[in-house]
Every structure is written in C-alpha cells, then in structure tokens.
T-cell receptor, first 113, second 113 residues
C-alpha cells in the first residue's frame, strides 16, 4: 500500500465549476500537507501548505486537512481553463529537522471553456 | 529574484553512461532536495542536502549520489544508467526544516537509450 493515495483522474469540469481534489494517507506521522500544481513539462508550483488539521483559504483555493480520517482536500472555486493542470498532494513529518516529502501520483484536471 | 534553476534542460544518454545534473537554489535557501518523476507519476524523493551533507535519502540505489557546494548549489550524479532512469529530475530548495515550503525548478528531462 502506498503511503499517499491520489486518484489520477483525469477529471473534466466545465468552466465555473467547483473542483474537489482529494488524497488519503496511511502514515500518522505526517504533519505538513501541501498542494502543488504542475503544468505539462514544467516543475511543480507550490499552491498551498498547511500544518496539522484545519482549513486554509487563499483566493479561489481552499485546503482542508482531517488528520483523524487521514484525508486532505483541495477545493477550487470558479474554475478557469488556466487551472487545467496536474494537481499533486504532498506530505511530510518531522524527523529530527530533516523532512522527506512524499507525493501522491497527481490528479489531472481539465477545465472546459 | 531568481527562482530555482536547473541545467541542462534535456539530456540524452545511453545505458551504462554516467550523468551529472546541476541545480542552483532560490536566493536565501540553504537546503536542496532532488526528486525523480517518471511519466504519469508523482515526484519520488531521492535525497536532501544541507550544509554540504546528505541528510535524508529515499529508496534509491547507490548509483545515485549528490553533492552540495558552499554556495548551496547542488549536483546529482547517476552512474551506470539504466533505461528505467529515464525521467524528469527535479530539484527543490527550501530553508532547513521548512520542506513544507519547497520551491521547484523546471527539471531536467533525462532520456536513456
């Protein structure tokens, strides 16, 4: 079983829709949770990061972490064609100050005009 | 402010050869992590360097080695290349203990023939 599970999609939605992207994980030591956006043939771009449980909002993006269920989500409101990309969840825990980041496989999102 | 830079952009090698990839971190960052991203997969952690020493290592063989220089730049070396080493190699920089806010470079696409 992989430490981080993410549905690879693809996920197709009409422009303006609310998008929900999710990951589950098995390692209870994870404390830091990140979402990255990756356009084709580019490096990942950090979108949001959170520590422990709770919600965090940044513009059209909202990240949620539920540590009791080992489940994290990213919501995109009013989705735009420019949001079409692969979204990667990532997690890490504290191991003496040097943290190894574990990524999901990524969900490919297509927003149709 | 320059972000993370990597060179070269693309590289073609044959089986058994050796390759060196280079990375310059974002200004102010002191920690460099390297990742391998196969097509359709999330990045896999190779290792992390801080203060010119390898601090964390993922599940990669000893053929993968690295170095960090006093100016925080880094190199990834891969010996005895295999076909399966074909991938996008990503460098990410951060401050030590803040891998929740890593910034990625554009990557080096390595093709092994």
């Amino acid at each position: 079983q992989k430490e981080v599970e993410q549905d690879p999609g693809p996920l197709s939605v009409p422009e303006g829709a609310i998008v929900s992207l999710n990951c589950t994980y098995s390692n209870s030591a994870f404390q830091y949770f990140m979402w990255y956006r990756q356009y084709s043939r580019k490096g990942p771009e950090l979108l949001m990061y959170t520590y422990s449980s709770g919600n965090k909002e940044d513009g059209r993006f909202t990240a949620q972490v539920d540590k009791s269920s080992k489940y994290i989500s990213l919501f995109i409101r009013d989705s735009q064609p420019s949001d079409s990309a692969t979204y990667l969840c990532a997690m890490s825990g504290d191991s003496g100050g040097y943290q190894k980041v574990t990524f999901g496989t990524g969900t490919k999102l297509q927003v149709i005009p | 402010d320059a972000g993370v830079t990597q060179s070269p952009t693309h590289l073609i090698k044959t089986r058994g050869q050796q390759v060196t990839l280079r990375c310059s971190p974002k200004s102010g960052h002191d920690t460099v992590s390297w990742y391998q991203q196969a097509l359709g997969q999330g990045p896999q952690f190779i290792f992390q360097y801080y203060e010119e020493e390898e601090r964390q290592r993922g599940n990669f063989p000893d053929r993968f080695s690295g170095h960090q220089f006093p100016n925080y730049s880094s190199e990834l070396n891969v010996n005895a290349l295999l076909l399966g080493d074909s991938a996008l190699y990503l460098c990410a920089s951060s401050l030590v203990s803040r891998t929740d806010t890593q910034y990625f470079g554009p990557g080096t696409r390595l093709t092994v023939l």
